[in-house]
């Protein structure tokens, strides 16, 4: 099993930033991608970034390009997701979400994911 706890969400203004972190404890020994998911009540889960552990390669939701950046730190199983620019539509509650292996599915597809945090709710007020 792997236990994924996020942390570093809060209450910000308009334009301002946060650091969201992720981290993964347990059989970590196979962490194929990590990836951010936000939900909103009445929403879809809805994909925000994406990075592959071995490569770093990076995938990012369209609305979120450019002001945010996922990135990993292997030794310590954890992933962080800073968020700049954040607007009032960016209000969520932001899971991690960690992929074992490969499968015929996308990195934004949740299914392809099969440990799931708790989440950490970001508010930002405008």
């Known amino acids: 099993q792997v236990q994924l706890v996020e942390s570093g969400g809060g209450l910000v203004q308009a334009g301002g930033s946060l650091r969201l972190s992720c981290a993964a404890s347990g059989r970590t020994f196979s962490i194929y991608v990590m990836g951010w998911f936000r939900h909103t009540p009445g929403k879809e889960r809805e994909f925000v970034a994406a990075?592959?552990?071995?490569?770093?390669?990076?995938y990012y939701a369209d609305d979120v390009k450019g002001r945010f950046t996922i990135s990993r730190d292997k030794a310590k199983n954890t992933v962080y997701l800073q968020m700049n620019s954040l607007k009032a539509g960016d209000t969520a509650v932001y899971s991690c979400a960690l992929a074992t292996r490969s499968k015929v599915m996308s990195t934004r597809d949740g299914a392809l994911y099969d440990y799931w945090g708790q989440g950490t709710q970001v508010t930002v007020s405008s």
């Open positions: 990075i592959s552990w071995s490569g770093g390669n990076t």
